[in-house]
Nanobody, 121 residues
Framework: QVQLVESGGGLVQPGGSLRLSCAAS????????MGWYRQAPGKQRELVAT???????NYADSVKGRFTISRDNRENSVYLQMSTLQSGDTAVYYC???????????????WGRGTQVTVSS
């Protein structure tokens, strides 16, 4: 199996910064795209940012210029540096990874359990 574990969430004041981390472990041959999503209370889960294995990134308009996604392929990890945080960024943040478990297998998407980010004074 494959497990994704997020860390780094917490309470931060408006204008502050946080760095989220997500590490994948288990039966992994290769990881393709990785990403971060978030879900605020009463809202649907939404894309925050994605990154390919080659480092190509994609961001939601609402976080462009404030958030930066990165990854370490040797560590099977993905990160989200969040700056200039706003109350609207309050949500549970989930990481995902498209994982090929064996050579020649199809990639399957795995999700972490999420980490809470609260932006409040």
């Amino acid at each position: 199996q494959v497990q994704l574990v997020e860390s780094g969430g917490g309470l931060v004041q408006p204008g502050g910064s946080l760095r989220l981390s997500c590490a994948a472990s288990g039966s992994i041959f290769r990881i393709n795209d990785m990403g971060w999503y978030r879900q605020a209370p009463g809202k649907q889960r939404e894309l925050v940012a994605t990154i390919t294995s080659g480092g190509r990134t994609n961001y939601a308009d609402s976080v462009k210029g404030r958030f930066t996604i990165s990854r370490d392929n040797r560590e099977n990890s993905v990160y989200l540096q969040m700056s200039t945080l706003q109350s609207g960024d309050t949500a549970v943040y989930y990481c995902n990874a498209d994982v090929e478990r064996y050579m020649g297998s199809s990639a399957m998407r795995y999700w972490g359990r999420g980490t809470q980010v609260t932006v409040s004074s």
